[in-house]
């Protein structure tokens, strides 16, 4: 053999190793950012869970404190509230101030506080979830025949 062809041997040994130690890196790094998007992921649909049942106890609030139909003014709900909401637990809170009639309209207005957090899971693990909602609603009461919420 020729000295140039000696000079050559065994260069594809090592350049073989580091490009399949830098495959393998590129490979975990891949790995890594798909896990971490994956778990993002997860904590917005657990967000948008937790929403959903907080708006749900706030529905429920609203409508115990609304009662369509009538033209009494109902008083909260006991608070606080728990309810069990497909795996959340909401807990309702509600404050009313006090009525409020105006003067030379024959009405009477409340107004109603009511505030539902929604949690599920154990804080601080990855799997924890928690939304807070807060709404103020009236209710409107005529002393003369005007019908359920045609206080205006």
């Known amino acids: ?11 594809a040994l090592p350049s073989a190793v580091f490009l399949l130690v830098v495959l393998s890196i590129l490979g975990a790094y891949a790995l ?19 929403y959903q049942a907080a708006r749900s106890g706030l529905e429920w609030g609203i409508y115990q404190v609304m009662l369509p139909g009538t033209t009494n ?9 728990t309810l069990s ?15 409020y009639y105006e003067q030379g309209t024959d009405r009477t207005i409340r107004v109603y506080d009511l505030q539902a957090i929604a949690r599920s ?27 359920p919420y045609q206080c205006g």
């Open 1 to 11: 053999m020729t000295r140039a062809c000696l000079d050559q041997r065994g260069f």
């Open 32 to 50: 890594n950012f798909v896990s971490l998007q994956q778990a993002a992921s997860m904590q917005d649909v657990r967000g948008s869970r937790a």
């Open 73 to 81: 003014l109902a008083a909260c709900p006991a608070s606080p509230a």
């Open 85 to 99: 909401i497909e795996g959340y637990s909401v807990t309702l809170t509600c404050s009313q101030a006090p009525e």
């Open 121 to 147: 899971g154990t804080a601080g693990t990855p799997d924890y979830s928690e939304r807070a909602l807060q709404v103020l609603v009236s209710k409107c009461r005529g002393t003369d025949a005007a019908q």
